[in-house]
């Protein structure tokens, strides 16, 4: 009989007492300190399975091409041949290594000369500025901020010359106006046939969130996080900290995606812009910084914007997400284009008490409101850059602003809490007392409306004259008894919250109470 292995008669027999096949002992023993099964039928085999079996001494016959001089002629030629082809095959591939490295060593020296000419390029052009630069005569300061800025438009005809020389923006040109307006429109009839979506967590659901984690995302000797956005496509939340840093953070993982370090002052404001992967940055250090990710998550800063004077407060993103405002505490706001980072329009209405602490941008685009720290709430014209209304009756700085995605209703939050605005009719009418209210935001449905001061309180929203019935109130657990920003997770399935501490908090459903609350929506849509 022969090894169920080999196929030849075995040396050392054994037979398995599972299967009851022979093996040559040798070769059964590897196999299972190896794998540890049977190599034929694959059930688990151990050595005490396996029993030697006694046979007499086994002479092999010779095999028919040994037997004979042509025969191991025959042999010693056929290892010759395979030698031969192996050694050809290793031959061209040493040829086609030394190509490749041939091309990689060619395309290195070009790189290297194109760097070379393009460095020798720019010190020349570096030269030639400087040259032109020292024959040109200084700029008379004959144009005053005020004069340049006159109801939020620009004085025509003149060449508008800033503070060290530096020329005025262009202004927004009319082929943007019309990229804003035809924006406008289709955002306007899409909201017509807007439905709330069948996901959006039930009342019953925000009545029993609790605080699910906390996270310590900014550093401990600089505590507090300042501002916060939300991008949900991808439910990444962005932080603006004291510590002068912006903190990417992916909620479904708990980890930290990147932290954006360049700011030398707290980060005041931070925004996604749409579903890219931009980021903006606001800071008390007078500067915005748009961050970009070339793809490996390590985003670095692709513009640094210099323009305002005076601590930068607010960001916000126009619907199209190709142009941005930010807002600053030197009486005025820029409108920016997002992709070459440059100012096209500085606003002011002329005053001198118009220190800008919030913006927001309405959810169709042509309008943009704006918060003072002179407790005035102002709206512009965006194509007119025209100061269009003004809503008074705050008491103290109007911290936070945000319009509700039906398009008719604006919360303004301050010293003395939180007031609604029926843009409509330009009145107030309703308000929430409460001290220090610091951040306000409805949710991206219009459902909701959140309130940050020294607890966190969320609404159900309803009309001008119906009753807005508090859901939930959520406690600071930073031990501040401030807590500064609030925002409303993908389809207010958690809220997210800044203190004055260094941790950012997330308020939700626990896990299996999630689950029965998604399995009472799935039966009631």
Partial sequence: MNCAISGEVPKEPVVSTKSGLLFERRLIERHISDYGKCPVTGEPLTIDDIVPIKTGEII??????????????????????????????LEQQLHTARQELSHALYQHDSACRVIARLKKERDEARQFLAEVERHIPAAPEAVTANAALSNGKRAAGDEELGPNAKKLCPGISAEIITELTDCNAALSQKRKKRQIPQTLASIDALERFTQLSSHPLHKTNKPGICSMDILHSKDVIATGGVDATAVLFDRPSGQIMSTLTGHSKKV????????????????????????????????ACGHTLNDHSAEVRAVTVH???????????????????????????????????????????????????????????????????????????????????????????????????????????????????????????????????????????????????????????????????????????????????????????????????????????????
């Fill in 60 to 89: 092999k016959p010779k095999t028919l091409h040994t037997a004979s001089i042509p025969g191991l002629l025959g042999t010693f030629q056929n290892e010759w041949d395979g030698l031969m082809l192996s050694n050809f095959a």
């Fill in 268 to 299: 005041t404001s931070v925004k996604f812009v749409g579903d890219t992967d931009l980021v903006l940055t606001a800071s008390a250090d007078k500067t915005v910084r748009i961050w970009r990710n070339p793809g490996d998550g390590n985003y």
């Fill in 319 to 525: 619907p199209t997400n190709k142009y941005f405002v930010s807002a600053s505490l030197d009486n005025t706001w820029c409108f920016y284009d997002l992709s070459s980072g440059s100012c096209l329009a500085q606003v002011s209405d002329g005053s001198e008490d118009a220190d800008y602490t919030a913006a927001a941008f309405h959810p169709d685009g042509l309008i943009l409101g704006t918060g003072t720290s002179q407790s005035v709430v102002k709206i512009w014209d965006v194509k007119s850059q025209a100061n269009v209304a003004k809503f008074d009756g705050h008491t103290g700085e109007v911290t936070a602003i945000s319009f509700s995605e039906n398009g008719y209703f604006l919360a303004t939050a301050a010293e003395d809490g939180v007031r609604l605005w029926d843009l409509r009719k330009l009145r107030n009418f309703k308000s929430f007392l409460s001290a220090d209210a610091n951040s306000v935001e409805f949710d991206p449905s219009g459902s909701y409306l959140g309130i940050a001061a020294s607890d966190i309180r969320v609404y159900q929203t309803a009309s001008v004259k119906a009753e807005w019935n508090l859901i939930k109130t959520l406690p600071d657990l930073s031990g501040t008894g401030k807590a500064t920003c609030v925002k409303f997770g993908p389809d207010a399935q958690y809220v997210a919250v800044g203190s004055m501490d260094h941790n950012l908090r997330i308020f939700g459903l626990p896990g299996d109470e999630k689950a029965n609350a998604d399995d009472d929506s799935a039966q009631d849509s």
